[in-house]
């Protein structure tokens, strides 16, 4: 293996369709390639997935179409108190924890589709249906479910790596409070004093899954304090940990913190679109960390809590909801 591998001056890449193949060689190779992956920076290139190049351009389209509309128009579909969760947020009203730049964004956010899943009615809020555009509630719903699996199938890897059973996530995932969000960064039209496209911070939830790396401009902190260029091919989903899947294993898989830096001002014209999904579990998870990664060389670090008492904790510190 490269010895940059341990490093981490690039991301680590794998091919999803390693875990899938019948060969239990393969298999194996592939959990310990991104377990130690994840262990050493965090981030992963991911090709095999579950999402063909077709889908990912329609809903491009469609998400380039919502934030093309009057701003008179996005706004109705921002929900007042609603913490972000479904619908749009406007530019700069988010910001990372610890801070109060908001950052230079405006988002959407896709939910699960209670329609096809009525029994989730009373759990989450409804998605909001954007009138104006015909297919992009439809599209999204199809890149919701796509990412799903294809997560879910990255965490039965990861509990295999964790010595646990391969569908321990299963039954927590199901129907968990997992989001797709719709990132615009507007073209920048004066020299930001502080403020960044997304500001340096680590994900809330299990695993994230980003579509549209290959744009330039996020970052990686790697563990020796250096930031590199995380860069996808076309044909590659980023993965991260979050810090739900941090505490549980006690630290073992590290939550990684990344941004978004501003591009050089040659390019401040253009806009820039990302589309992260980020797994969440059930809001009843547990994330007690887990018994196997808690040892006298490795003390337990995090106190224990459910998954939508920390989800709702760190809205508030993004100041998506008041306390």
Not at 62 to 75: A, D, V
Not at 133 to 154: C, D, P, Q, R, S
Request: aromatic share 10%.
């Amino acid at each position: 293996m490269d010895p940059l591998f341990f490093h981490m001056q690039y991301i680590p890449q794998a091919d999803l369709n390693e875990f899938l193949s019948e060969d239990p060689v393969r298999k194996e190779a592939f959990v310990q390639h991104i377990g130690t992956a994840f262990q050493e920076i965090g981030f992963l290139a991911l090709k095999g997935h579950l999402l063909d190049a077709a889908l990912q351009e329609k809903l491009y389209q469609e998400i380039r179409n919502f934030f093309e509309l009057p701003s008179e128009i996005k706004s109705t579909y921002e929900i007042k108190d609603g913490g972000g969760q479904r619908g749009y947020t406007g530019f700069g009203k988010e910001h990372a924890a610890g801070r109060t730049v908001g950052d230079l964004k405006e988002f959407w956010h896709f939910g699960q589709d209670l329609n096809l899943k009525p029994d989730l009615k009373n759990k989450y809020p409804d998605n909001l249906i954007v009138q104006e555009l015909e297919n992009f509630n439809h599209i999204g719903n199809l890149v919701f479910l796509k990412l799903e699996e294809t997560a879910k199938l990255v965490l039965q890897a990861l509990a295999l790596f964790l010595k646990l059973d391969e569908h321990y996530f299963d039954k927590y995932i199901d129907g968990g409070n997992s989001i797709l969000r719709a990132i615009h960064y507007p073209p920048i039209t004066q020299a930001p004093k502080d403020a960044e496209r997304a500001a340096a911070h680590g994900d809330i939830n299990l695993i994230t899954l980003l579509m549209g790396a290959q744009g330039g401009g996020l970052q990686v902190l790697n563990r020796q304090n250096q930031w590199i260029n995380a860069v996808a091919q076309p044909d590659e989903l980023m993965i991260n940990i979050g810090d739900m899947l941090s505490r549980l294993t006690n630290n073992l898989l590290p939550s990684t913190i990344h941004k978004v830096v501003n591009p050089p001002p040659e390019q401040w014209g253009s806009s820039r679109y990302s589309l992260p999904f980020f797994m969440h579990p059930i809001p009843q998870m547990p994330l007690n960390c887990l018994p196997q990664t808690v040892s006298a060389a490795h003390p337990k670090q995090y106190e224990d809590i459910l998954a939508g008492d920390f989800l709702h904790q760190r809205l508030v510190d993004l100041g998506l909801l008041k306390k």
